[in-house]
């Protein structure tokens, strides 16, 4: 009992110090005297200087440095607006001048920084954004791993708060449709149409994409709402197809809605570009093998606004150390006859879970190996080792739920089905009866 | 008096300047996909990422959207495909009165260097703490080649136009 509680006691000073360990700096960003829109938006003349700043706060649980800085905005991919913060600002971006490019803050402590936006002489009438960047300088590292990586992602996260500069001047509603094209992944094939506001305002259109088959027959129709569409940049705009298309060729008509903005008129751009596709298109978007089991997940290390949380979870997990920690002191002193029949000391310690040392081609092979060892002992003698699959991608069949499927022939046996994929296939193949 | 008024004061400026919008990302960088072996066919992989977004202190009167870019993972000459979000979902909001946040963006994404948008709120919504998890998915087509890549992701939250 002493021992038990010696380790209860344990656990108890123990935890505190390692949630303490997840402690880190989160800063918030707001715009001075803009609660409500949560941006700034300013009218200047080309040449005006106008000051304005923002709040940065740190509601984390660590003293923390970030780094501020100006940014140009832009329009997404699939429209909103975005942010170029991995270059120097260029445009709206550059007039923006920052007080301090880094400031360190405590748990708690928050801080104005000023900011000037200069609009030069040659700025033409429109408007156009810039942003103020917050990001955190720290970055909480995993714990090394031994395994091979093969995929490594370094992540950043920012806040940013939007500067909308409005110079005065005629607003102009400019957009041009350039051509289709289709692409996806996994069985999600995607229209996209390339667009471009050459205006000068940010405007949010909608529209249609009329999918024609080769004679002219309307095949599905693809409605849109766009998010802001910002002035000056041109995207490729996916939308998802309800139905997938065969290889072939196909014209799309694209209308798009834009709607009026004060001292200018609502008009409707469209366009009829042709487009085709392809065998290798096809096979592109229906050729992928099923999902790989997601990494584990890594743990919360990084600030959490809620403390208490953190302590929540650490106190539960102190008491469920605590318990297993009884229970294995109560098992040590029950009689040894009643103990599950005990493992020799001499069998080798089991392999670490997952660790491949080998070079990924070597896995690779160790990988196919493994598979002919299993087939062998699995598949019928006419497909040994393996089916090899031959795919129609020319003979396509779209079934009623959407999806295509494709005539697979196997190589080694001649066994001919209809699947998605190889791996579709496969599973097929190993449902028939043998 | 005077000394009553001063930490009163304190009090009441302190909630309002502190107010704020933030984004933290809680999955820590950087993130490692375990190897996968090539077998000639598409293969993919995913990975949770965890992002707090908390605003509180302003009527979010145009609401707010996460955005990520990121460029394709490469190794040298070689690149994979460009990285995918597949989902985000929402968990329920916390502090005080919150508002769940109304998401109208669709998914799946292909992320690129120039961003897209990824989760939103919706003018009026998403007040408060929530936590999104978003689903980040890695596709090693066919014919990719070993090797190690990398690739940078970048998570930000905006209120802007």
Known sequence: ?434 | MRRLLIPLLALIAVPTATAAFSVTLNTTSPQTFTAITLNGVDQTQTLPLSITVVNTGGTNGTGWSVTAAAGAPTSGANTLSPLQVTAVSAAQCTIGQCVNPTNNVAVPVALSAGGAKIFNAAAGTGTGSVVLTATLQMTYDAKALPGTYTASLTIAGTTSP
């Open chain 1, 1 to 434: 009992m002493r021992r038990f509680a010696t380790i209860l006691l344990l656990a108890l000073v123990v935890t505190p110090l390692a949630s303490a360990a997840a402690k880190a700096p989160a800063f918030g960003l707001r715009a001075l005297g803009n609660p409500k829109l949560g941006y700034f938006v300013y009218s200047l003349s080309p040449g005006a200087v106008r000051r304005g700043g923002v709040i940065i706060s740190n509601s984390g649980t660590a003293t923390g440095t970030v780094k501020l800085f100006a940014a140009d905005a832009t329009t997404g991919s699939t429209t909103g607006t975005v942010y170029l913060t991995d270059r120097k600002a260029e445009h709206a971006g550059a007039w923006i001048s920052l007080a301090q490019s880094t400031l360190t803050l405590k748990p708690g402590q928050h801080r104005t920084v000023p900011f000037t936006v200069r609009v030069p002489a040659s700025a033409k009438p429109g408007q156009w954004v810039g942003g103020v960047v917050a990001e955190t300088s720290h970055q909480v590292s995993q714990p090394k791993s031994k395994k091979k990586a093969s995929v490594r992602i370094k992540i950043r996260d920012l806040t940013i708060v939007a500067v909308q500069v409005n110079v005065p001047g005629p607003p102009v509603l400019g957009f041009t449709i350039g051509g289709v094209t289709t692409a996806g992944q996994r069985g999600f094939q995607q229209i996209v149409t390339h667009i471009a506001n050459t205006g000068n305002v940010l405007v949010k259109p909608t529209g249609t994409v009329t999918v024609l088959n080769k004679q002219g027959a309307k095949l599905q129709v693809l409605t849109f709402k766009m998010d802001t569409f910002l002035p000056q940049t041109a995207i490729a705009y996916p939308l998802l197809l309800k139905k997938a298309l065969a290889p072939g060729d196909y014209s799309a008509n694209v209308r798009l809605a834009i709607p009026g903005v004060a001292g200018a008129a609502a008009r409707v751009v469209t366009a009829h570009p042709s487009f085709s596709i392809s065998k290798q298109d096809v096979k592109q978007v229906f050729t992928s093998a099923a999902p790989q089991a997601p990494p584990p997940t890594a743990a919360g290390s990084s600030s959490s606004s809620t403390p208490w949380a953190l302590i929540g979870v650490a106190v539960l997990a102190a008491l469920l150390l605590a318990l297993l920690v009884f229970q294995l002191v109560r098992r040590r002193r029950t009689p040894k006859a009643a103990t599950p029949s005990s493992v020799p000391a001499s069998l080798p310690p089991e392999p670490e879970a997952a660790e491949p040392e080998q070079p990924v081609l070597a896995e690779a092979e160790a990988a196919q190996e493994a598979r002919q060892a299993v087939s062998e002992q699995t598949r019928s003698p006419e497909c040994d080792p393996h089916h090899y699959w031959d795919v129609a991608y020319d003979r396509g069949d779209l079934g009623d739920d959407g999806i295509w499927r494709f005539p697979h022939r196997c190589r080694n046996c001649g066994l001919e089905l209809l699947a998605r994929d190889v791996d579709d296939a496969t599973a097929h193949a190993d449902a028939l009866p043998a």
